[in-house]
């Protein structure tokens, strides 16, 4: 096991190595941390690492992880974006970090020009979240059982087991995809109903697949990003009818 002693020592040896500072920096977050200077040293110890290496996700990812924790979402997001082009598309946790802090910058007052992409994940995380409420409003701690099919939760398991270790404890709709969607709404129409026209959204869904593929994997498209954001708004109107906002 790497301890802060020896990694410290490791870059006093080889302070041009950008994966030590990024062992130190991951070994640092998963300890308590007593003040702000803790914070500040270990965002440092990120930058570094990415500084030595611009190729390196990883402490991509774990800079904007911090950066959110620390409340400084605008300053997370690219961190996340970039990551995700770089080519951990199927990231679950970085896309779920992206869409909170796109989610955050999108309100009123966030200032935020939601571009194909931005509304791809909002649109999704808003989906997510309209089956797990509904469904836990149903069937209460046993949902995920209880509320979706067989076929669907054990490919979302396959997918954590086979994504990256730190995924291995990550919520297991992260890992579900627009077809699993329209799976779960229409296999519990009777919960969905009230609040959606089932066969249509479920029709939406299906063909929203592709076009996720296609945008994160930036094939060029023309059409379809404005479907993403017509739908994006659309189902923003259903999530504030859950929530009772209307």
């Not at 990120?46 to 190729?55: A, D, E, R, T, V």
């Not at 924790?69 to 997370?76: S, T, V």
């Not at 779920?96 to 935020?112: A, D, F, V, W």
């Amino acid at each position: 096991m790497q301890t802060e002693e020896y990694l410290k020592g490791q870059i006093k040896k080889n302070p041009r190595d950008p994966m030590t500072y990024y062992y130190l920096g991951k070994e640092l977050m998963g300890k308590p941390l007593k003040s702000i200077e803790s914070l500040t040293f270990i965002e440092k110890l990120f930058k570094q690492s990415i500084n030595l290496g611009p190729h390196l996700w990883a402490p991509k990812i774990m800079l904007g992880e911090l950066l959110y924790k620390m409340g400084r979402l605008k300053e997370a997001e690219p961190y996340f974006k970039e990551t995700l082009k770089a080519g951990l598309r199927d990231s679950s946790s970085v896309r779920e970090y992206l869409t909170k802090c796109l989610s955050q910058s999108s309100q009123p007052g966030g200032n935020h020009q939601v571009s194909k992409r931005d509304s791809l994940y909002l649109f999704e995380n808003n989906v997510r979240e309209f089956i797990r409420n509904l469904l836990e409003e149903s069937y209460g701690s046993n949902w995920w059982r209880k509320g979706v099919p067989q076929k669907v939760r054990a490919k979302c398991a396959s997918r954590r087991e086979e994504g990256l270790e730190e995924e291995r404890e990550v919520d297991l709709l992260l890992f579900a995809d627009f077809y699993d969607y329209r799976l779960i709404i229409e296999g519990n129409k009777t919960i969905f109903s009230s609040f959606i026209d089932t066969k249509d959204w479920c029709s939406k869904l299906q063909e929203m697949e592709p076009i996720r593929n296609a945008i994160a994997h930036n094939r060029p498209l023309t059409n379809a990003p404005i479907r993403v954001r017509d739908y994006h708004f659309s189902f923003q109107k259903v999530i504030d009818k859950v929530k009772g906002k209307v």
